[in-house]
């Protein structure tokens, strides 16, 4: 480590963790990834990891750090309470939560809160990347596009959230590839889908064309029984029928915009998404979802007097 | 027993199995349920199971057996290669094949396919349910909705069957109830949802307006977070918006028809269904799905000349 470091910004995910010390300016000094997720958090305790992770990297014991995710959860570390929208990226953030007794100045963003009876939903750690795309959707009016396990699609408009919805997509592709009908025709182990399959377009423009992935789910068993359709191919189908149909069931609810999708993704999954987007004739802005939470983190640091204003990047 | 029977009548599903004993003229004599399904004969041998169930029930060892379901799949006993729609119910029951050296006359109902590239579709046993209700749906143009774990619509005009659909709603229902987040929603047993829960029926109407689940599923565990939906509530809310989303999904592939969806279907499931058809302002007729099935397999005897002819019940 060649510079001491002003702050550590942290990710805490579901099941995995990252930390990054970063200098007075927000410019990274080191980097960490682990699976000490809430999971293994709530076990271990959120501050023994913390401090185990930090003390690791070498940081000094009083190393302030600004947390994003589940560690806010009721279920987590301390609860931050979820801020309704709609709501100002600012505001979002100002709104973070101290834990006290950890030795060390440490806060924790809250997630948000959709009160609406027809569509009640919540975010954790998703507001955080939006807060790092700001230059992107911090004027104008934008729908931006979160694909995981639990994908999250937001509308913005004048730096503020009005509104999401969670499409579960990657969890009900996991979950019907170990679990269903479907396991038979799939395998125990989900061939990686590319977005240059037939088979993974031909699905996907389908379920595009009316959002329905109801008696498609059967048709790719169907596939394999009347037409030999392979494990590959299946997993590609399913892949395409469920991104099809949460792209499709997105635009429905939200409208097409005059201005592209903002897609905050990384790796494999960034390609499927961008593939669907272009059959649904959707324009797209991408944004890497590694580079915002932590652009998130920063200016989250900033907003809360943890780190000098300055410009990003 | 009261009578010698003249055939014994086999409903073989996935994960059981129902007996019946028939005197000539189709009457039930006895009737038996185990729940040595395909899964169980594929392990015991078919034969040896059956043999014993007949044994038990005082049959002759030569006694035949008319057969439909899983019994007739590749991975079955033998198999019944799928007769492809449209086709007639008389030719359905007639393409019955024969179990040889089994030491008594078997014979086999295939199953139906769906030969379509864009609806590739298989079914097993559902036959021999819609040959039982030829009386409602031997003329004219009819829909014919079979919940269950793969729930089946049917398209059948003039004593024919035009074609169908799967929708995977019980499976869906308890591969999310017990393996995705919901399963912190509902818990570890889900409770019985009844049709007149306010829950199930809101959330069931809100599925029949577009046919999505998308962003409504997440929602229900949401709506736990946000306003402490209940784990009973949560449970009737995930099958309302499956089963709403699946009759929107049906409605829009196969349209409205002049007469009633005739709803083939036991037990509470029926309830559900019927309260789903009933918010979406769709007439139905209500056909009882055990009685239907002997009702199949007595034609199917008649059919293939193992039961004289007559006029069914």
Redesign the interface.
């Known amino acids: 480590m060649s510079a001491t470091p002003t702050i550590a910004a942290v990710d805490w995910g579901t099941t995995r963790l990252r930390v990054w010390l970063l200098d007075a300016k927000g410019a990274v000094l080191d980097e960490r990834r682990s699976d000490e997720g809430l999971l293994t958090a709530q076990h271990k305790g959120f501050a023994t990891v913390l401090d185990r992770q930090l003390q690791d990297m070498g940081a000094a014991k009083d190393l302030p750090a600004i947390v994003c995710g589940m560690a806010g959860a009721?279920q987590g570390w301390v609860e931050a309470p979820?801020v309704d929208v709609p709501s100002s990226l600012g505001d979002i953030l100002g709104a973070a939560v101290p834990v006290s007794g950890a030795g060390r100045d440490i806060r924790i963003v809250p997630g948000l809160?959709?009160?609406d009876?027809?569509?009640?939903?919540?975010m954790r750690g998703e507001e955080t990347q939006l807060a790092g795309i700001a230059a992107l959707i911090g004027a104008g009016s934008h729908l931006v596009c979160m694909p995981g396990t639990?994908c999250k699609?937001v509308t913005a408009a004048g730096g503020a959230i009005q509104g999401f919805?969670?499409?579960?997509t990657g969890?009900?592709f996991s979950?019907?590839a170990?679990?269903?009908?479907l396991r038979h025709s799939i395998g125990d182990k989900p061939a990686k889908v590319s977005p240059d399959s037939k088979v993974f377009r031909d699905w996907c423009g389908?379920a595009l064309s009316?959002?329905?992935?109801?008696?498609?789910?059967?048709?790719i068993?169907?596939?394999g029984?009347?037409?030999g359709l392979g494990q590959e191919d299946a997993a590609a189908a399913l892949s395409g029928l469920l991104i099809g149909?949460?792209v499709a069931?997105?635009v429905?609810?939200f409208g097409r915009r005059e201005t592209p999708v903002v897609l905050v993704v990384s790796g494999a999954l960034g390609g499927l998404y961008a593939e669907a987007m272009r059959l649904a004739g959707i324009a797209v802005t991408i944004a890497d979802a590694d580079e915002a939470v932590l652009a998130g983190l920063v200016a989250a640091a900033r907003r809360n007097g943890m780190l000098a204003e300055g410009v990003a990047e």
């Open positions: 009721r979820y809160a959709q009160r009876r027809r569509a009640p939903d919540v639990h699609w919805g969670t499409w579960p969890e009900m979950v019907l170990q679990h269903s009908i389908e009316d959002g329905d992935i109801g008696a498609r789910l059967f048709g068993r169907a596939a029984l009347l037409s149909a949460e069931s997105a429905r609810r």
